[in-house]
């Protein structure tokens, strides 16, 4: 269980056993406002309310899998005549392979980097 919906729950069993608003913020960590917001929301959705409502933030552009292959991509040989990938060679070669229509490098960093892969540090296997 996380711990935002352990504290959602514990507010609202303690607000039912008569607990004031203060001693509940004190005891469970959190704010009188969100206090206010949780008793709210738990009039109009009953106990979804402990639970976060669907977030509405960007889907991500690549995939599992996409990334699994720029990683196996940046483990392998760099091309002849390269002594190690680059940031900008990983990248070019994704879109010639038609991986995707097009990757800047800085995302192919970011991909690297999330799991921990660097093209350029042989003690990370890479």
């Known amino acids: 269980m996380e711990v935002r919906v352990y504290k959602r ?3 609202l069993l303690l607000a039912h056993e008569g607990f004031k608003d203060q001693e509940i913020a004190q005891q469970v960590g959190l704010s009188r406002v969100t206090l206010v917001n949780l008793r709210r929301r738990f009039q109009q959705e009953r106990l979804q309310c402990i639970y976060d409502r ?3 933030g960007r889907k991500p552009l690549f ?3 996409l990334r ?5 991509l940046a483990c392998s040989d760099p ?3 390269y ?3 680059s940031l900008r060679l990983l990248a070019d070669r994704v879109v010639e392979l038609g991986w995707v229509e097009g990757i ?5 960093g970011r991909i690297l980097k999330k799991t921990n892969s660097n093209p ?6 890479v």
């Open 9 to 11: 729950a514990r507010a």
């Open 54 to 56: 669907p977030r509405s």
């Open 63 to 65: 995939d599992g899998n």
């Open 68 to 72: 699994a292959k720029i990683t196996a």
């Open 79 to 81: 091309p002849e005549g």
């Open 83 to 85: 002594g190690r990938w």
């Open 104 to 108: 800047h490098f800085d995302t192919v």
């Open 120 to 125: 350029n540090r042989s003690e990370a296997g």
